[in-house]
């Protein structure tokens, strides 16, 4: 477990993610058994530099009214992998592939993140997604979004 948390430290400084957490609030998540969509908003929100509420609420609200997560999400439920996703690839303006500009949605955001490998080892779409499996998917999409950032001279 110390050496997630030692690994997420040095991922996440390069994208002031960090600054904004706690390395409390991190053990925090690594602890959760199943993200809620709440959490997932706040947290994802807030990597993307796009919102740092800290409610959850606020965070889901704002995910939401962008269609974001499906209609039928509720900030307390688990969220899926695929919907964590649609969230990341939405949040941090990823594009996908031929399919996923066809029908943008949870279901082929997930087949992108799988392709880039943001998603490693056996997963399902359908499943919920525990808090250091959260925070992994996260740290490969925010070092992604990094050097893509800094390659393309925007930082």
Do not use: C, H
């Amino acid at each position: 477990m110390k050496n997630v948390i030692f690994i997420l430290i040095m991922l996440f400084p390069a994208t002031g993610f960090l600054y904004a957490q706690t390395a409390a609030e991190l053990e925090e998540i690594l602890q959760i058994q199943t993200i809620s969509y709440g959490q997932a908003a706040r947290f994802v929100l807030e990597a993307a530099d796009m919102a740092s509420p800290k409610d959850t609420g606020a965070a889901f609200s704002f995910a939401t009214e962008r269609a974001w997560l499906s209609k039928k999400a509720a900030a307390e439920k688990p969220i899926t992998l695929a919907e964590l996703s649609f969230l990341i690839m939405k949040a941090f303006d990823i594009k996908g592939g031929m399919m996923y500009a066809i029908l943008p949605g949870p279901r082929y955001a997930y087949r992108s993140m799988i392709s880039r490998s943001f998603i490693q080892d056996a997963a399902d779409p359908a499943m919920t997604v525990s808090g250091d499996r959260f925070l992994l998917i996260l740290g490969n999409v925010l070092n992604y979004a990094g050097g893509e950032l800094v390659a393309g001279g925007k930082r």
